[in-house]
């Protein structure tokens, strides 16, 4: 075993600094090295040992090596940063921000159906798929476009009326397949818990007990005893977390924290993530909501009906493979940008995430990093990959004025701001690859203690970065949860 440690320590890589500066990687050697003095024989006072124990401590390292520190500001000191205006949105201006992403489907539509399709009509005919490949491909940008401003409306960002932002956000949505209300539920869950192992509604990390348990046949601890994951393993786990993650999430909870037993109103007593486990989007039971929601879930399953209506009324009109070419392309498009964008908002190296005794909403709001897509994440995507951090701390805050509010909150948070930018869009590709292979499972730090022992990083198994704990100190610490529902404070954008 200490072999095993040795090699996966000497094979850790370090990633050349393109995030800021609370994220700069670091070799877990350089940084564990160095945090290691020895104690002097005439050191006996109480403060001298004091001192002696402090700096003996082993520091909390995320996977690149860096030291971890608690995120010292308050939520107050954050929302008080933000200028007043940023908190203010225009029914006028987003509704033409609607308008014109509108306007950039239907002009895509009817500039390949009329235009560059029949131009290809005298050319083999691999010219007209490499066309509709191409008008597949910019028709999923544009509509995830609306699917950004959906978003915005099922955050009460997009106007000051909420029967705005309720009829845009449902039609809006329910032309993208996503039932609005259910999704504005569960999604406004996971703001007020991100980054809470036992509590978010989003891409919860596996344990390493978990990890290894669904990969390692009940292997348990024994991470260094399984085989590096293969590129190809890796590639074919990003192809159908990128293809099916979306559909499976709102289907079966695929990412969501499995706590459902401890929904307050018992509606989660037998019922479990999977297929056919009661937990989805879709059902007024599912343990996702509580009795009072269940109103705003069948109308979001309304809007569902009514779009997939009106899909076989067009099936029926133009056939099955022209309704694939126009709008399942696109449709898988928007899917794939949105698991994207969701996993590498809350996925990389650098962040943390919680076990509830250590968890508060402004460290849960602080583990978030914002990224860079250039002129499409910046123009198409309305800036939801560049401003991520700033819309976890206030999310009612409209995506155009965002920027500002991003400049604001760095002043309050300091090195806890976490930004990845080098690269622009093919950084941020290579972060969905960097990602998958670094972030595996998490654990705390080795010699963690106190509140530290809640605070838990992304390890692997593939040698990169800080190695998984020893088999020794693992077995010692047990994180299994049991018990009955914890009554936690939330905060919301309102208060």
């Known amino acids: ?80 940063a933000i ?3 940023c908190y203010k949105s225009s029914t006028l201006r987003s509704l033409g921000y609607v308008a014109r992403d509108l306007a950039l489907v239907s002009s895509n539509f009817y500039a390949f159906k009329f235009h560059i399709i029949p131009a290809l009509a005298e050319y083999h005919p691999a010219s007209r798929f490499v066309a509709w490949g191409v008008y597949s491909f910019v028709q999923g940008l544009f509509a995830t476009g609306l699917w950004v401003l959906a978003h915005e409306c099922g955050h009460g960002a997009f106007s000051p009326s909420k029967t705005v932002n309720d ?32 509590r978010d509604m989003v891409f919860v990390p596996k344990s390493r007990e978990e990890y290894s348990r669904r990969y390692a046949g009940g292997i348990g601890h024994d991470i260094a005893e399984l085989t590096e994951e293969t590129p190809i393993a890796t590639l074919v786990h990003l192809i159908g977390q990128q293809l099916l993650g979306w559909p499976m999430y709102l289907v079966n909870n695929v990412t969501g924290h499995p706590y459902h037993e401890r929904q307050s109103e018992g509606r989660g007593i037998g019922k479990r993530n999977g297929w056919f486990g009661g937990v989805n989007h879709f059902d007024p039971r599912s343990p996702l909501y509580e009795n009072r929601d269940a109103k705003w879930i069948l109308l979001s ?9 009106f899909l ?20 898988l498009w928007v899917n794939h940008w949105l698991v994207a964008i969701t996993f590498l908002q809350h996925t990389d190296p650098s962040l943390p995430h919680y076990h509830p005794e250590s968890w508060t909403y402004t460290r849960g709001a602080a583990a978030t990093i914002d990224r860079e897509f250039g002129f499409i994440g910046r123009h198409l995507l309305h800036g939801i990959i560049e401003t991520h951090v700033a819309h976890h701390f206030v999310s009612s805050i409209p995506f155009y004025k ?39 499972f998490v654990e705390p730090s080795e010699g963690a203690d106190g509140e530290e022992k809640g605070v838990v990083f992304f390890r692997n198994r593939n040698g990169l970065g800080v190695p998984p704990v020893s088999r020794e100190i693992v077995s010692e610490v047990s994180f299994e949860k049991e018990g009955p529902v914890v009554q936690v404070m939330e905060v919301s954008d309102s208060e």
Not at 50 to 67: C, F, H, I, Q
Not at 301 to 309: E, L, N, S
Not at 314 to 322: E, H, R
């Open 402 to 440: 965002a920027d500002e509010a991003t400049e604001a909150i760095k002043k309050v948070m300091g090195k806890h701001y976490r930004s990845d930018t080098e690269g622009g869009p093919a950084g941020f590709l290579c972060a969905l690859w960097r990602s998958s292979r670094w972030c595996q």
């Open 167 to 198: 009829l845009v956000g449902w039609v809006l949505h329910s032309s993208l397949l996503v039932p609005f209300w259910s999704w504005k539920i569960s999604h406004g869950k996971h703001h007020k818990a991100t980054g809470n192992l036992e």
């Open 83 to 85: 200028p007043t205006h």
């Open 312 to 331: 076989y009324q067009a099936v029926q009109i133009w056939g099955l493979a022209n309704i694939a070419i126009w709008y399942i392309g696109p449709y």
């Open 1 to 80: 075993m200490g072999l095993d440690l040795l090699n996966m320590a000497t094979r850790s890589r370090t990633r050349k600094s393109s995030i800021s500066q609370a994220s700069t990687p670091l070799t877990a050697n350089s940084t564990s090295s160095s945090k290691a003095p020895s104690a002097s024989s005439s050191s006996t006072s109480l403060s001298s040992m004091a001192l002696v124990n402090e700096k003996s401590r082993k520091p909390m390292l995320d996977t690149y090596g860096n030291e971890f520190e608690f995120p010292d500001f308050t939520i107050k000191q954050i929302r008080d």
């Open 301 to 309: 399953d309304v809007g569902i009906a009514v779009m997939m209506y």
